[in-house]
Every structure is written in C-alpha cells, then in structure tokens.
C-alpha cells in the first residue's frame, strides 16, 4: 500500500519567508509526528497528534513554529519568518496506534529545508 | 536529560560476516526499542522492534534487549554491501503513554565486498 507522503521534497526559502510543509500519512494510522533531523543528527522529536488532537508539542523550537491536522489525517508543519539554523530535513511519520505505544513509526521521504 | 547512545562509527565489516550493532538508553522505565536503516539521502526505514528481554530474530536480523542493563543491540548476519548504511537506534522513553521516539546519532555501517 502507499506509504507516508511528504511534499514538497525540497525547499529552498529566503530567511524571513514563511513555509508550510505537507505530509499525508499512511491511510488509517491515528498517530502522526514529525520530527526534524540535522546533518549527521538522528531525528528530533517536534510535536504528536493522535487523529486531530495535538498531544505533545513539546519539541517545537519556537513560537514560530505551528502544526496541525485539522481533519485527522493530512498534517501541516508550518514555520513563519525562517531563520537560517531551520535548515534542516523535516520528516513526518504515522504511526497505527496510539496511546500506549509499542508500535513501529513509518516515516515519509522528508522535506529538506534550506534557508539562505 | 533522557538519552540514547550510539557509537557513532564507523563500523566497517567485510562481506558474509556478524555486523554488531550496539545502544543504551538512560531510562529505567522505557518499554518499545526501534531499530531504523537509513541509507544517505533518504528516510530512516524500521527494520526490527522489541518489547521484551532477550532476543528476537527476523531473517538476518536480530536484534537483542536487556532492560536491567539499559541495553539494545543489532546484529546482522551474513552482512551485505547493501546493508551499508547509518542504523539508528529509537527509543519510546518514559513507559506508559509517551509515544514520542527518542533517536541515537546513529552508526555508520560499511560492509566491504
């Protein structure tokens, strides 16, 4: 079946623009995160949602940075007024359970950021 | 802090032989471990998870748990070229309902024809 999707693949911003980044998950899985991993970094946690509830934000560098998922399904990361150091690949995974855990996250092909 | 350690590598073996992969983790309480395969340039792939103490087997792979020692491992038999790439271990800290996957750095595994 299809896998994670994430659009676009890469992203070249001017610092100060606002992005938003794009991930449908594998159809059915209630859990979606994304992560952000630098260079040579394994991911980062940034934020969790269980179907449309944001559970955990916790990983989110900045105010400037805001996700949602209105419908339970497709995501949105969106990062306003970038700044260099948000160079970065920014992957999205979906996940069938929720709650208690003990349940593989499927990763998207990422969305590599450059801000210059 | 909660944290995951990796060697960071790399780690190179030649074809056909046991690629070693280790990972400790810092809290007591952790209850799902995660290993992912990511190739340069792409996504981390999950290849194996573990639940329970001791060791389970998948194909070539197997991976090994030890919760009083804090420790996850790897290993990959009859390793491959293909098989080269960076494993990164994960982690869901905390027990319970924290879902969030904690990452090592990753090793960097080379296998040589």
């Known amino acids: 079946g299809a896998g994670v999707s994430q659009s676009p693949r890469y992203k070249v911003a001017k610092r100060g623009q606002d992005v938003a980044l794009r991930c449908d998950p594998i159809?059915?899985?209630?859990?979606l995160f994304w992560y952000q991993q630098a260079l040579g970094q394994g991911p980062e946690f940034l934020t969790y949602?269980?179907?449309?509830?944001?559970?955990?934000k916790s990983g989110l560098p900045s105010d400037r940075f805001f996700a949602e998922r209105p419908e339970g399904s497709v995501s949105t990361l969106k990062i306003q007024r970038t700044q260099q150091e948000d160079s970065a690949v920014y992957l999205c995974?979906?996940?069938?359970?929720?709650?208690?855990?003990?349940?593989?996250?499927?990763f998207g092909p990422g969305t590599r950021l450059t801000v210059t | 802090q909660k944290e995951v350690e990796q060697n960071s590598g790399p780690l190179s073996v030649p074809e056909g032989a046991i690629a070693s992969l280790n990972c400790t983790y810092s809290?007591?309480?952790?209850?799902?471990f995660f290993w992912y395969r990511q190739y340069s340039g792409k996504s981390p792939e999950l290849i194996m998870s573990?639940?329970?103490?001791g060791d389970k087997e998948d194909g070539r792979f197997t991976a090994q748990l030890n919760k009083a020692s804090q420790y996850v491992s790897l290993l990959i038999r009859d390793s491959q070229p293909s098989d080269s790439a960076t494993y990164l271990c994960?982690?869901?800290?905390?027990?319970?309902?924290?879902?969030?996957?904690?990452f090592g750095k990753g090793t960097l595994l080379t296998v040589n024809p």
């Open positions: 809290d007591r309480v952790s209850q799902s």
């Open positions: 159809s059915g899985h209630v859990s």
């Open positions: 995974a979906s996940s069938l359970g929720s709650g208690t855990g003990g349940f593989g996250q499927y």
């Open positions: 949602f269980q179907n449309e509830a944001q559970l955990d």
């Open positions: 994960a982690v869901n800290m905390g027990g319970g309902s924290n879902y969030k996957l904690t």
């Open positions: 573990i639940y329970s103490n």
